[in-house]
C-alpha cells in the first residue's frame, strides 16, 4: 500500500513509475501529472517514485491512467518491510530477489547481445574470416541483437518521439536501425549479398557503391556496448527502500510486554498503546514511552547526536531503538507503528530522496541536440545529392551513411566505463560510490556539513584528563577510582575503567559496591571508602573540593567534558575529565577540506558548548548546534536555497534524512546501515580524511565522463562531413568505432592512478 495521509481537503499518494530510462522521461510525466485539476507532482528518476498532491475530486486510478497514457507504468509501491530472520532478505547495499528479477530482462538481453556481437564484429574486421558466405551468418547474428536486444532503446525512442524529444536512446535507434536496414537493402536489393563479397581491410576515403556494403557490425556493436553500460548503471542504482528497510532493522523485533501480571515475549508489531513493557540492561527500548518503573543511563546517540548518555527515571519519556545502557526499566507505550519518531524519521528519509532532483544524464542532453542535427544533415545530405543528379542509390547511400555514423557506441562507455574505474579505485582506497546519479548530480560543492559525534569525534566516550589534589598520585587515583567504576554498566563508568584499565594495567575488585541512582557509585576498594561521582555525591558525605579541583572542574564543564569527582577516606583526591574524544586526523581533515574550497559547517544535535569545544579544537568557525533530525533536513534545504551546493557528512540515524537531502551524502562506514544506505558515497575506514579523497575522487570521475563524452561525439562528428560527401566505406565507420570506445576506456583507466592526499 501507498504512503497516503490526509491534509486540508487534500490527499497525498506515493507511485512507482515504471518504463523509465532518462530524467527527460520523469519530467514528462511530472508535466503530465500537473496538467491535472486540482494535482499537484514531483517526479523523481533516481528513485523511481512519484509524490503526488491531489483533491477529492481525483482517485489514485485517474493518477495511475494519467502516466500510462503517457507511456509509461504505475502502482502503488509496497511499503518497505524489514526482515524478521529470512534468511533469503538481503542486507543493506544488496541486491534483492525483487531487484534481481526486475534486472533480470535486460541481463538477458545483455547476454544475447554480447554473445551474438562478438563473430560479427570479428568477421567484419578481420578479412581473413570473411569466408564464402560470411555476411548471411553477419545477419543471422545481428538481427536478434538489433530486434530482441535492443528492443528498450527502439521503444523509448518511440515515447521520446510521441512527445517531440530526442535523447540518447532516440540516437541508438536511429543508428542501428539505420545500419541494419541498410545492410538489409544491400544484401537483399544490392550487391552485399554475392558470394564471396569481402570487406577489405583499408581505409582509403573514396566514393563507393553503397549497395556492396553492410553495416552490420556497428548496429551490433553499439547495442551490446550500450546495453553492458545500462546493465552497470542498473544494478549500481540506488535504491530509496534500502535506507528505509535499514531504519526499520533498527527497532527491536521482539519486546517482553506485562499482561494480567505475567511477562509475555512478542514481536514488536503487536503492541499497543498503553502496554507495559520491559527493558534489560543492554536491550533496545522496543517504541517511544514514558518509565513507569526504574532508572536507567539510555544511550541515544544514534539518534540525536547526544554522545552523554541519558539519565532517565520514572515520568521520563524514552525513544524507541535507543539503547538502555543501564539498570531494568518498564515503559508505557505511548507511540506505536508509524507515530513513533524511528518511523517519523523514516519518512523524513523518503521525503527526501522523493524530493532530490535527478540530473538528466549528460548524455541525454547532449543528444537532445545532436539528433536533431544529424537528422537536419541527413535530409539535407539526400537533398544535395539528388539535387545533383547522384541518383536515388548514391543519395540514399550517402543520406543513412550520416544516421550511421552518428551512432556512437562509445557514448555508451563514456559513463560506465568512468564509474567502473572509479568506483574500483574507490573502494581500494575505502570510498564507496553508489551510482552516476551521484556524479552527474553533484556539480561543485561548495560548504560541508559535518555531523559531530561518530563523524568528526569517535563517537564513545573515553577518559581524557585527570586532576589530582595536592599530594595525590594520579596513579593511585586512577587505580581506585577504575576499580569502583569497573563494576558499573554505565558508560561514563565504563570509558573511566577502560582509560584506567589501559594506564595501570589489571585493576582491584571492589566491595560492598552500590550505584547511587543519578548520582554515581561507592564502595570499598584495597580498604578504601572510595566515591566516585558527582560534586553533589560527596556533598552528602560532607566532603568538598579543594579550590584547584572545582577550577578543573568548572574549565571542564565549559569545554562540554563531563567533570567527575573522586574521593576516598573523607577527602577529594581528584576530577577526571570524560568526553567524546575527537579522532586524531578530524582536525587535518578539516584543513584539507578547506583547501577544497569548500566551507565546513558542524552541525549536531548535541549541546552547543560540547559544539563549540569540538568545532574549535579540528578548526571549524561555524557550528550549529542542538538540533533534531528534522532541524537538519531543513538547514540543508536553506542552504540549497540560497544557492550552495550542499556535502553532508555523517554516521547516525539522526543524519540519514539530511544525507539523502544533500547534493552529496558521504556516510561514515562505521555508522549505521541507515545512514550508509541515505548516503551517496561510504566513507569505509570512518576516517573523515577519506571525504576529501572522495569528493576529489568525485570530481576526477565526473571530469573524466564529461571528456569521454567530448571524445566520444568528436571522434563521430569528425566522420559526419565523410559520411555526408558519400565517402563513408564499411571500415571507416568501424575505425571510428573502435578507436573512440579504446579512447574511451583509456580515457577513464587513467583514474587507476588517482592517490589520496598524503
Same mark, same amino acid.
Given at each position: 500500500m501507498s504512503t497516503i495521509t490526509a491534509t486540508t481537503g487534500t490527499t497525498e499518494v506515493e507511485l512507482a513509475i515504471g518504463g523509465m530510462t532518462c530524467a527527460s522521461c520523469a519530467a514528462r510525466i511530472e508535466k503530465k501529472l500537473n496538467r491535472m485539476e486540482g494535482v499537484s507532482a514531483t517526479v523523481n528518476y533516481a528513485t523511481e517514485k512519484a509524490k503526488v498532491t491531489f483533491d477529492v475530486e481525483v482517485s489514485v486510478a485517474d493518477l495511475i491512467g494519467a502516466v500510462e497514457a503517457t507511456g509509461y507504468t504505475a502502482r502503488e509501491p509496497e511499503p518497505p518491510r524489514a526482515p524478521a530472520g529470512d534468511p533469503g532478505a538481503s542486507g543493506p547495499g544488496e541486491v534483492s530477489a525483487d531487484e534481481a528479477a526486475a534486472l533480470r530482462p535486460l541481463r538477458q538481453r545483455l547476454i544475447t547481445a554480447l554473445v551474438l556481437s562478438v563473430p560479427v564484429i570479428a568477421m567484419a574486421m578481420a578479412p581473413a574470416l570473411q569466408f564464402e558466405h560470411w555476411q548471411w551468418l553477419s545477419l543471422t547474428l545481428a538481427a536478434p541483437v538489433v530486434t530482441y536486444a535492443a528492443w528498450p532503446f527502439h521503444k523509448a525512442a518511440f515515447t521520446n518521439a510521441r512527445h517531440g524529444a530526442a535523447t540518447m536512446d532516440t540516437l541508438i535507434s536511429l543508428g542501428t536501425s539505420a545500419a541494419f536496414l541498410?545492410?538489409?537493402?544491400?544484401?537483399?536489393?544490392?550487391?552485399?549479398?554475392?558470394? /564471396?563479397?569481402?570487406?577489405? $581491410?583499408?581505409?582509403?576515403?573514396?566514393?563507393?557503391?553503397?549497395?556492396?556494403?553492410?553495416?552490420?557490425?556497428?548496429?551490433?556493436?553499439?547495442?551490446?556496448?550500450?546495453?553492458?553500460?545500462?546493465? $552497470?548503471?542498473?544494478?549500481?542504482?540506488?535504491?530509496?527502500?534500502?535506507?528505509?528497510?535499514?531504519?526499520?532493522?533498527?527497532?527491536?523485533?521482539?519486546?517482553?510486554?506485562?499482561?494480567?501480571?505475567?511477562?509475555?515475549?512478542?514481536?514488536?508489531?503487536?503492541?499497543?498503546?498503553?502496554?507495559?513493557?520491559? =527493558?534489560?540492561?543492554?536491550?533496545?527500548?522496543?517504541?517511544?514511552g514514558l518509565v513507569v518503573e526504574g532508572s536507567s543511563a539510555v544511550d541515544a546517540s544514534m539518534l540525536t547526536g547526544e554522545s552523554v548518555p541519558v539519565e532517565v527515571s520514572v515520568g521520563d519519556s524514552v525513544t524507541g531503538a535507543t539503547l538502555n545502557a543501564g539498570g531494568r526499566l518498564v515503559v508505557e507505550a505511548t507511540r =506505536?507503528?508509524?507515530?513513533?519518531?524511528?518511523?517519523?524519521?523514516?519518512?523524513?528519509?523518503?521525503?527526501?530522496?522523493?524530493?532530490?532532483?535527478?540530473?538528466?544524464?549528460?548524455?541525454?542532453?547532449?543528444?537532445?541536440?545532436? %539528433?536533431?542535427?544529424?537528422?537536419?544533415?541527413?535530409?539535407?545530405?539526400?537533398? $544535395?545529392?539528388?539535387?545533383?543528379?547522384?541518383?536515388?542509390?548514391?543519395?540514399?547511400?550517402?543520406?543513412?551513411?550520416?544516421?550511421?555514423?552518428?551512432?556512437?557506441?562509445?557514448?555508451?562507455?563514456?559513463?560506465?566505463?568512468?564509474?567502473?574505474?572509479?568506483?574500483?579505485? /574507490?573502494?581500494?582506497? /575505502?570510498?564507496?560510490?553508489?551510482?552516476?546519479?551521484?556524479?552527474?548530480?553533484?556539480r561543485k560543492v561548495d560548504m560541508i556539513l559535518l555531523d559531530k559525534t561518530g563523524t568528526v569525534t569517535t563517537g564513545r566516550m573515553t577518559l581524557l584528563a585527570v586532576h589530582t589534589?595536592?599530594?595525590?598520585?594520579?596513579?593511585?587515583?586512577?587505580?581506585?577510582?577504575?576499580?569502583?567504576?569497573?563494576?558499573?554498566?554505565?558508560?561514563?563508568?565504563?570509558?573511566?575503567?577502560?582509560?584506567?584499565?589501559?594506564?595501570?594495567?589489571?585493576?582491584?575488585?571492589?566491595?560492598?559496591?552500590?550505584?547511587?541512582?543519578?548520582?554515581? =557509585?561507592?564502595?570499598?576498594?584495597?580498604?578504601?571508602?572510595?566515591?566516585?561521582?558527582?560534586?553533589?555525591?560527596?556533598?552528602?558525605?560532607?566532603?568538598?573540593?579543594?579550590?584547584?579541583?572545582?577550577?578543573?572542574?568548572?574549565?571542564?564543564?565549559?569545554?562540554?567534558?563531563?567533570?567527575?569527582?573522586?574521593?576516598?577516606?573523607?577527602?577529594?583526591?581528584? %576530577?577526571?575529565?570524560?568526553?567524546?574524544?575527537?579522532?586524531?586526523?578530524?582536525?587535518?581533515?578539516?584543513?584539507?577540506?578547506?583547501?577544497? /574550497?569548500?566551507?565546513?559547517?558542524?552541525?549536531?544535535?548535541?549541546?552547543?558548548?560540547?559544539?563549540?569545544?569540538?568545532?574549535?579544537?579540528?578548526?571549524?568557525?561555524?557550528?550549529?548546534?542542538?538540533?533534531?533530525?528534522?532541524?537538519? %533536513?531543513?538547514?540543508?534545504?536553506?542552504?540549497?536555497?540560497?544557492?550552495?551546493? %550542499?556535502?553532508?557528512?555523517?554516521?547516525?540515524?539522526?543524519?540519514?534524512?539530511?544525507?539523502?537531502?544533500?547534493?552529496?551524502?558521504?556516510?561514515?562506514?562505521?555508522?549505521?546501515?541507515?545512514?550508509?544506505?541515505?548516503?551517496?558515497?561510504?566513507?569505509?575506514?570512518?576516517?573523515?580524511?577519506?571525504?576529501?579523497d572522495a569528493i576529489r575522487l568525485s570530481r576526477n570521475t565526473l571530469g573524466t565522463i564529461k571528456s569521454n563524452l567530448f571524445w566520444a561525439f568528436g571522434y563521430n562528428v569528425a566522420a559526419l562531413p565523410l559520411a555526408a560527401a558519400g565517402l563513408l566505406n564499411p571500415m571507416i565507420a568501424g575505425a571510428a568505432m573502435a578507436f573512440s570506445s579504446v579512447f574511451v576506456v583509456g580515457n577513464s583507466l587513467r583514474l587507476r592512478s588517482f592517490r589520496p592526499l598524503a
Open positions: 541498410w545492410s538489409l537493402w544491400a544484401l537483399f536489393l544490392g550487391t552485399a549479398g554475392t558470394p /564471396g563479397m569481402t570487406h577489405p $581491410f583499408e581505409l582509403t576515403i573514396t566514393r563507393t557503391d553503397g549497395s556492396a556494403n553492410i553495416y552490420l557490425e556497428a548496429a551490433a556493436g553499439v547495442t551490446a556496448f550500450i546495453l553492458a553500460g545500462r546493465y $552497470f548503471e542498473a544494478r549500481s542504482k540506488r535504491k530509496a527502500g534500502a535506507a528505509l528497510k535499514a531504519l526499520l532493522e533498527l527497532g527491536a523485533k521482539d519486546v517482553t510486554v506485562l499482561r494480567g501480571g505475567r511477562e509475555e515475549r512478542i514481536p514488536t508489531g503487536g503492541l499497543q498503546v498503553g502496554d507495559h513493557f520491559v =527493558v534489560r540492561p543492554g536491550e533496545k527500548i522496543a517504541t517511544d =506505536v507503528g508509524a507515530d513513533t519518531h524511528l518511523a517519523r524519521m523514516a519518512k523524513l528519509v523518503e521525503d527526501a530522496q522523493n524530493g532530490k532532483a535527478a540530473a538528466q544524464r549528460l548524455a541525454d542532453r547532449i543528444s537532445g541536440v545532436f %539528433v536533431p542535427i544529424v537528422i537536419a544533415l541527413a535530409l539535407g545530405t539526400l537533398g $544535395f545529392w539528388l539535387g545533383n543528379g547522384a541518383g536515388w542509390t548514391a543519395a540514399f547511400t550517402a543520406a543513412v551513411a550520416v544516421l550511421i555514423i552518428a551512432c556512437p557506441c562509445a557514448l555508451g562507455l563514456a559513463t560506465p566505463t568512468a564509474l567502473l574505474v572509479g568506483t574500483g579505485r /574507490g573502494a581500494q582506497l /575505502g570510498i564507496l560510490i553508489k551510482g552516476p546519479e551521484v556524479l552527474e548530480s553533484t589534589a595536592e599530594g595525590t598520585d594520579g596513579t593511585e587515583v586512577l587505580r581506585l577510582a577504575g576499580a569502583l567504576e569497573h563494576a558499573s554498566e554505565h558508560p561514563i563508568a565504563q570509558a573511566v575503567a577502560q582509560g584506567a584499565a589501559t594506564e595501570v594495567g589489571d585493576l582491584p575488585g571492589p566491595e560492598d559496591f552500590a550505584n547511587i541512582t543519578g548520582l554515581g =557509585v561507592q564502595g570499598i576498594v584495597e580498604g578504601h571508602a572510595v566515591l566516585v561521582g558527582r560534586e553533589r555525591l560527596l556533598a552528602e558525605w560532607a566532603i568538598e573540593l579543594p579550590d584547584a579541583l572545582k577550577e578543573a572542574k568548572a574549565a571542564a564543564e565549559a569545554a562540554g567534558r563531563t567533570a567527575i569527582a573522586v574521593a576516598w577516606d573523607g577527602e577529594a583526591r581528584a %576530577v577526571l575529565e570524560v568526553a567524546d574524544a575527537v579522532k586524531a586526523t578530524s582536525a587535518e581533515a578539516v584543513t584539507r577540506l578547506k583547501a577544497l /574550497g569548500l566551507t565546513p559547517i558542524l552541525l549536531t544535535g548535541d549541546n552547543r558548548a560540547v559544539a563549540e569545544a569540538v568545532a574549535a579544537e579540528v578548526g571549524i568557525d561555524q557550528v550549529i548546534a542542538e538540533v533534531m533530525p528534522e532541524d537538519k %533536513v531543513e538547514t540543508v534545504k536553506r542552504l540549497q536555497a540560497e544557492g550552495r551546493s %550542499v556535502a553532508m557528512v555523517g554516521d547516525g540515524v539522526n543524519d540519514a534524512a539530511a544525507l539523502a537531502q544533500a547534493d552529496l551524502g558521504l556516510a561514515m562506514g562505521t555508522g549505521t546501515d541507515a545512514a550508509i544506505e541515505a548516503g551517496d558515497l561510504t566513507l569505509v575506514r570512518g576516517d573523515l580524511r577519506a571525504a576529501v
